[in-house]
């Protein structure tokens, strides 16, 4: 039967083998054949896609996928070696899809390893697959982490040079339909698509997981999350506002909602380590296509949907352990929208203001800025807008500072926003 099961899958590969594959913007060279190689992201984002199309510049290459309840419930995993080495005549790589499927996939894995297999596995929790990695893989191990397209990516999806008038047209769809790119390439209905993943995910990957039996309450709060993208919450405000019974379901559920990369939510900045884990939260979802899904609104706040796009880029830096990403706010709730920290220093303050033009939307937003810089002592500031571009000395109260401003599709075609001399130790 396991060895049906994989012949079918085998079809399935060498049939998406012959699909159009966009370049990622991760060097499918940085795939090792020592280390046990770890492709994390959200279910759907291109992490198989990415792998077999890696692995099969190599030569040839096993492959297995775990989102099949006949196969997680094998009790004797040396019968899915066996397939695969008849199926894929004895492979030196194996690639692993979504392995947190699999009871106890760490010694699975681990024992792979220490046979000399060159690994690749693929997972669409977070927690499993990140957070606990030194403590589940004995051997070193390379973590490499698949998003939806990028901006830069959506465009390389035409395969031609764009001008800057048709870059901004397609930034108002990326905005809007977000990079998920099965949809794209497969001319597939967005709302239909992304509705239909985002049920999926919540149901398959969240409530069935955990066996939760409050539905309706972990369904509440992922609407309402998503109808409230790139906005403060509080837990106790989540809790009355759905049908969660207390502050710790609704912990646990956020919880949940992250791991399964729905939602990321960032601190409030604060230098007491107390104030920060008291404080109030925002809550950002890992891409627009599910706002405009499945958020209740009746239309797009899309100075909200710039914020989202731009958390979501540096959320990936953050991520790769380049930085780590706050928002800051006075006492006279002035506020930045993202602090980018390198250990103990703030290198760069960030603010989303899709309209400066706008004298009074200006003034607050840079007020926030420059009182920021202040506090947090950093000089390099800068502002992502529609369509202005240009630098500013702007003096405020004694304050005085240059300011950046860049148009949002250049910022996030200037890639890498942060070289080499911010990556964190780790």
């Known amino acids: 039967m396991i060895r049906d099961i994989l012949l079918i899958q085998k079809r399935e590969l060498e049939s998406r083998l012959k699909e159009k594959y966009i370049e990622r913007s991760v060097d499918s060279k940085k795939l090792s054949s020592s280390l046990i190689n770890v492709i994390i992201g959200p279910r759907r984002a291109g992490k198989s ?175 309402y999350l998503i109808s409230n993208t790139a906005q403060e919450f509080s837990y106790n405000t989540l809790c009355n506002l759905t049908k969660c019974k207390s502050v710790h379901t609704v912990q646990k559920y956020l919880g949940y909602l992250e791991e399964a990369f729905i939602f990321f939510k960032i601190n409030r900045f604060s230098f007491k380590v107390r104030d920060q884990i008291g404080s109030n939260k925002k809550i950002y979802c890992i891409d627009n296509g599910f706002i405009h899904a499945r958020a209740f609104k009746f239309s797009p706040d899309i100075g909200k949907l710039y914020e989202n796009i731009a958390a979501v880029e540096l959320k990936k830096y953050e991520l790769n352990g380049y930085v780590n990403i706050y928002f800051w706010k006075s006492e006279q709730h002035e506020e930045v929208d993202f602090v980018v920290r390198q250990g103990s220093k703030t290198r760069q303050l960030i603010q989303v203001c899709y309209d400066p033009g706008n004298i009074k939307t200006r003034d607050r937003e840079i007020r926030a800025l420059l009182k920021g810089s202040k506090e947090l002592g950093c000089k390099d500031l800068l502002v992502l807008t529609e369509d202005i571009q240009n630098e500013e000395v702007i003096n405020w109260f004694g304050i005085n500072e240059k300011v950046k401003f860049i148009p949002l599709w250049k910022w996030l075609l200037e890639t890498p926003h942060f070289d080499s001399k911010w990556k964190m130790d780790t």
């Not at 006949?70 to 690639?95: E, F, R």
């Open 49 to 223: 896609f990415f792998a077999v199309h890696a692995l099969s510049r190599q030569g040839i290459f096993g492959y297995v996928n775990f989102d099949d309840e006949k196969l997680i419930d094998t009790k004797d995993y040396n019968n899915i070696v066996d397939a695969i080495n008849t199926l894929y005549d004895n492979p030196k790589s194996i690639l692993l899809d979504e392995i947190q499927n699999l009871d106890r996939w760490e010694l699975f894995v681990n024992r792979l390893n220490r046979q000399g297999y060159n690994i690749v596995i693929t997972g669409s929790n977070s927690n499993l697959l990140s957070k606990e990695l030194a403590t589940h893989l004995t051997g070193r191990h390379l973590l490499i982490n698949i998003f939806p397209f990028s901006f830069k990516e959506y465009l390389n999806v035409e395969g031609k040079e764009l001008t800057e008038s048709e870059i901004k047209e397609k930034l108002l769809l990326y905005l809007t339909y977000g990079g998920y790119p099965e949809p794209l390439l497969k001319k597939a209905e967005y709302r239909d698509y992304l509705s239909t993943l985002f049920n999926a995910i919540i149901y398959k990957d969240i409530v069935k997981r955990f066996k939760i039996r409050n539905v309706q309450a972990i369904e509440d709060l992922a609407v």
